[in-house]
């Protein structure tokens, strides 16, 4: 299976442009759909970017909040993507790297 899948992270402050106040912030992985038939995507994903051995199986989606998931604050996280049908599940995309940052209210 020939994969087209790319992925990025986005990192954004959204704005009032978008009607939402400017204090709320998501980090968003997205990527662009397979050209080939498949049945879905799944994140892999771990701390260590040799070794993405977490796997979250996302269905047909090509956006996912990465603010769903547990990770840590200030611990660099790797992510990759791979689509899959019945044939098997294509390779993994090109290895990003998101650290979620520190949220702690400043005192």
Do not use: R
Not at 55 to 81: K, Q, R
């Amino acid at each position: 299976m020939k994969s087209n899948t790319k992925i990025i992270i986005i990192s954004c402050l959204l704005t009032a442009n978008l009607l939402i106040p400017p204090s709320i912030s998501a980090a968003i992985l997205a990527w662009d759909a397979n050209t080939d038939q498949n049945d879905g995507y799944k994140i892999h994903y771990s701390t260590d970017q040799d070794n993405l051995s977490q796997v979250i199986d996302v269905g047909t989606a090509t956006t996912y909040v990465l603010d769903n998931m547990p990770l840590s604050e200030g611990i660099p996280y790797y992510f990759a993507i791979s689509a899959y049908n019945d044939a098997g599940e294509s390779p993994l995309t090109q290895v990003l790297m998101y650290q979620p940052p520190d949220t702690t209210p400043p005192s």
